[in-house]
């Protein structure tokens, strides 16, 4: 069978955690990079599929650093725009039981928010791409990205290229006026929907029992993720609706209960695992199980990156109950 082939375009930072404690209490960090885009095709790589990343990055040291990253995931990065001097960054408390991840981000001038249309040949792009991904954030971060990342829609599906997109909102990024205003635009070029419950009612006044009246796309992930109050564990609960049919089938995956080391990166794990199964022809059902045992095996690992093999996926001891 041949390699899935994906594209995603979006931004990846330096990310920097308190060794210890809090940031205002922190004298040194850690450091690795996290990106969702580039998450889920490192995710995807490791499950056999062949991968692309479009993004800007600047032309020093630092940019030379995410290149070594993407590569070491075997993330290809042949179209990857370099210049200029600025990578953004994010810190990240990663909180406990009761208190939720924080976030600061310094991102406002880093490369990609002077990124062009004209920057990338997208005949080369997206030939003999299965799949192009991309999130919400990729549209929050200047006008130049929200141009261009429209600009990729565009010519994925003029190409017939397949296009999955995660709503992935930050609030620290823009408000859900102007989201939702966005994401209108861009569903109906989109083939596989991953967001939650709660966006499709914020952004676009809808449920799964109403999302097809107005929104015609292939498959709809519902991710809903739910912190048990002081404890260091999760619930989650997954509903698709699948579109491709004659009708549409709806089922979910019971709600499961799991505990958590890491809070960053299980959404892009999951993304990774669902958008894998669905397209190497896996049942629904059965991609949405191997993408629920994912995301709650990323809660394990630490970092941004997810690089459990299918395999070892497969035999994670998981009861999704």
């Known amino acids: 069978m041949k390699k899935p082939k994906i594209v995603a375009f979006g931004e990846i930072m330096l990310r920097l955690s308190p060794a210890g404690g809090i940031i205002a209490d922190c004298n040194s960090f850690d450091a690795c990079y996290g990106g969702t885009e580039a998450n889920v095709l490192a995710c995807m790589v490791n499950f056999s599929c062949s991968a692309e990343y479009l993004t800007a990055l600047p032309d020093n ?8 990253h993407l590569k070491s995931f075997g993330v290809g990065t042949r179209h990857v725009k370099t210049g200029g001097e600025v990578l953004g960054s ?9 208190r939720g991840v924080g ?5 406002g001038n880093s490369e990609i928010t002077r990124i062009s249309p004209d920057d990338f040949n997208y005949d080369k792009i997206f030939e003999g791409v299965d799949l192009f991904h991309i999130s919400g954030i990729s549209f929050a971060l200047s006008e130049a990205c929200t141009q261009t990342a429209f600009r990729l829609l565009e010519e994925a599906k003029r190409r017939g290229v397949k296009i999955s997109f995660d709503f992935n909102y930050r609030a620290k990024l823009w408000t859900t006026e102007r989201a939702g205003e966005v994401f209108r635009k861009v569903l109906p070029y989109v083939d596989i929907v991953l967001a939650s419950s709660l966006d499709l009612s914020v952004f676009l006044g809808a449920d799964e029992n109403t999302y097809f009246e107005k929104y015609d ?6 991710r809903d993720r739910t912190p048990i109050p002081n404890t260091f564990k999760h619930k989650v609960k997954v509903t698709v609706c699948d579109n491709r049919g004659k009708s549409v089938k709806k089922f979910s995956v019971p709600e499961t209960e799991f505990g958590v080391v890491e809070k960053v990166g299980g959404g892009d794990a999951f993304d990774g695992a669902m958008l894998y199964k669905i397209l190497t022809g896996a049942d629904t059902y059965e991609a949405t199980v191997f993408a629920v045992k994912a995301f709650i095996c990323k809660h394990q690992v630490k970092g941004d990156t997810f690089t459990l093999t299918e395999e070892e996926v497969e035999k994670a001891k998981i009861e999704l109950r």
């Open 61 to 68: 040291q630092l940019g030379e650093a995410v290149l070594r």
């Open 90 to 98: 994010y810190f990240v408390e990663s909180g406990n039981g009761s």
């Open 103 to 107: 976030v600061i981000y310094n991102r």
């Open 217 to 222: 796309s292939e498959i709809l992930v519902l």
